[in-house]
């Protein structure tokens, strides 16, 4: 990973003001309303209770949206109140920092859920309908529980039970006008997901050409360091055992979670200056 991309992500979780969060989620099985890994199991029991399904992709140590989510609602009396007897909740995370948040039989299936389901950026939520394949929606990050679950009902609208229920309550030349509407979504909905998919397959070569470039940058920077004479050599390793162990005590301390005041911002930009620096001047070499 490059130094910027580290010091953005560590710059996220300071400003988030809660350090890197530790998933609640449950490893294994699912009960409606409390957050798992599970998804099999959560499409179990959302067949059997018919109750949709909440996909939550997260971040769940870096992502400051993600965080805030987590505090501005998911932590609250109302959206538990309200997700035991309405919501299966399932947790596909992605963390940076702390790998073991996640257990290795759920990272390759995560990484296909989310280019199955074209995420874009955390957090996303994808729900479900109680067959746990037809989406119903997309949803993004809210300030409050009472936001959330409003745009969350307006999406369940579109669910199989609730849309027949809503036809039978109409007259017949309005449900056949009603069905014809729907057939045209669903058109327009094939559509976009044929788009996305094409968009999903550019990113992944982008993604890929990335991983690759940065991986020959340092090969061409480990090469220039081969050339140079023994005391330049010398200079150049202590420079980044120096680099190395100031990046260690960055993520120590972001670790424990600082509260985000301005003596503490402080203190992380000045560590962010001596980085950068110490990283300038390894590039010189």
Do not use: H
């Not at 949803?139 to 679950?149: C, G, I, N, P």
């Not at 969350?152 to 030349?173: C, D, M």
């Not at 993604?207 to 360091?225: H, Y």
Request: hydrophobic share 40%; proline share 2%.
């Amino acid at each position: 990973m490059r130094l910027n991309t580290i010091l953005l992500t560590l710059g996220m979780a300071l400003a988030a003001g809660t350090g890197f969060a530790e998933s609640k989620a449950q490893i294994d099985g699912a009960e409606a309303g409390k957050w798992t890994m599970d998804l099999d199991a959560a499409k179990k029991t959302a067949a059997e209770k018919k109750l949709p399904i909440l996909l939550n992709f997260t971040g769940s140590d870096w992502c400051g949206y993600c965080q805030q989510m987590e505090s501005n609602v998911f932590v609250k009396a109302e959206w538990q109140e309200y997700a035991k007897d309405n919501l299966m909740l399932v947790m596909i995370d992605f963390p940076r920092m702390d790998k073991s948040l996640v257990p290795e039989k759920y990272v390759a299936r995560n990484e296909e859920l989310a280019t199955k389901f074209g995420v874009q950026g955390f957090p996303t939520f994808v729900v479900l309908d109680s067959d746990g394949e037809s989406v119903l929606g997309q949803l993004s990050s809210s300030d409050s529980v009472d936001a959330f679950t409003s745009e969350l009902k307006t999406t369940l609208r579109n669910s199989a039970a609730e849309r027949e229920k809503y036809i039978a309550s109409l007259k017949p030349e309005a449900q056949a006008q009603f069905k014809e509407l729907n057939g045209k979504l669903e058109a327009k909905r094939d559509e976009l997901e044929k788009a996305q998919e094409l968009m999903i397959s550019t990113q992944e070569r982008m993604g890929t050409l990335s991983e690759e470039i940065g991986q020959l940058e340092e090969d061409v920077r480990a090469f220039r360091i081969a050339q140079l004479d023994e005391e330049s050599q010398k200079k150049y390793a202590e420079i980044k055992a120096q680099f190395d162990t100031k990046l260690d005590e960055l993520k120590k301390w972001i670790g424990t979670e600082p509260e985000p005041t301005e003596e503490n911002m402080k203190k992380f930009q000045d560590a962010q200056a001596e980085l950068q620096k110490l990283d300038a001047e390894m590039n010189a070499f």
